[in-house]
């Protein structure tokens, strides 16, 4: 018996995007998904992946991820490349990316969603003392930024993390 109604977003969207994602490089639609998660939300603010390039070297294949950069911190992400590379082979939980290649150009605009808005000082403040108490920093962290988007009305809630 073959089921009917609507299908999840999630099952069928990396069969629609495979294709494209392989003409740029991309085969792990995560690389653009699910940026901010791997690298962090500061260094997500830094760069951006454009492709992965896989060739030979002399140790073998090679996977290589080109990096767009905004010029002034190109220095400052060429200094954190290994801690990049590890954040994803150990996001992907083996070795995909091998290198990376850094070309500075604008990065493209943040998506904000549609009704965001500023937070007011009160509601920082409000949001700040409701996380307070709770003694883990980054889970702390987590639930201010949630506060935040839920605050702005921004509506996302996958903000990464701040490392």
Not at 55 to 76: K, N, P
Not at 96 to 125: C, M, N, T, Y
Not at 139 to 153: I, N, P, Q, T, V
Request: neutral net charge.
């Amino acid at each position: 018996m073959v089921a009917t109604g609507p299908l999840a977003l999630a099952a069928t969207l990396p069969k629609v995007t495979k294709a494209a994602l392989r003409r740029r490089g991309l085969a792990h639609a995560a690389f653009l998904t699910d940026w901010e998660a791997i690298v962090g939300h500061d260094l997500a603010l830094l760069c951006q992946p454009e492709k992965l390039v896989s060739g030979q070297s002399a140790a073998g294949e090679e996977r290589i991820l080109y990096l767009r950069v905004a010029g002034a911190v190109s220095i400052e992400v060429q200094h954190l490349s290994e801690h990049i590379i590890e954040r994803i082979n150990g996001h992907f939980g083996y070795r995909a990316v091998d290198g990376l290649r850094i070309r500075q150009a604008p990065l493209a605009p943040p998506k904000k969603a549609r009704g965001s808005r500023p937070i007011g000082a009160e509601e920082q403040a409000k949001i700040a003392n409701s996380v307070e108490t709770i003694t883990d920093p980054e889970l702390r962290a987590a639930l201010a930024r949630f506060g935040h988007s839920l605050a702005s009305g921004d509506g996302s809630t996958d903000h990464g993390n701040d490392t």
